[in-house]
C-alpha cells in the first residue's frame, strides 16, 4: 500500500494573514474621522455663517453685529396697553362701521 504524503496544515497561513489583516483597520478608521470633521466643518460654516462673518472668518462685515454685553446693557422696551396711543381716523372708523353693519345684517 501507497503511503498518502501528509501536507502542512492551513492554520499556519491563516495566523499570516490575521496579522497583516488586524492593520486594515487603521486606514479606514482615519479615512472616517477625516470625513466626519470635514462635515462638522462644513456644518459650521452653515450653521454658524452670521456669527463667522460678525467674528470676519467668514468674510467682510457687513451689519453692524451685537455683541452679548451690548444685549445685555440695552433694555428692552416693554410697551404696557396704556402706553400705546393709537389714533384712528374718520375714514378708518367710516369703515368699522360698514364693516359692523354687515355683520348685524347677517
Do not use: H, Y
Not at 467668514?58 to 396711543?85: K, L
Not at 378708518?92 to 355683520?103: D, S, V
Request: net charge positive; with cysteine.
Amino acid at each position: 500500500m501507497a503511503r498518502r504524503k501528509t501536507t502542512r496544515p492551513a492554520a499556519s497561513r491563516r495566523k499570516t494573514t490575521r496579522k497583516k489583516g488586524r492593520w486594515l483597520w487603521i486606514p479606514k478608521l482615519m479615512l472616517l474621522m477625516a470625513c466626519v470633521g470635514l462635515v462638522l466643518f462644513i456644518g459650521a460654516i452653515f450653521m454658524m455663517e452670521e456669527e463667522l462673518r460678525r467674528i470676519g472668518l467668514f468674510g467682510p462685515e457687513e451689519g453692524q453685529g451685537t455683541t452679548p454685553s451690548q444685549v445685555i446693557a440695552q433694555p428692552t422696551p416693554e410697551n404696557s396697553p396704556a402706553d400705546v396711543v393709537e389714533e384712528v381716523t374718520q375714514e378708518e372708523r367710516q369703515e368699522l362701521e360698514a364693516i359692523l353693519q354687515q355683520m348685524k345684517e347677517k
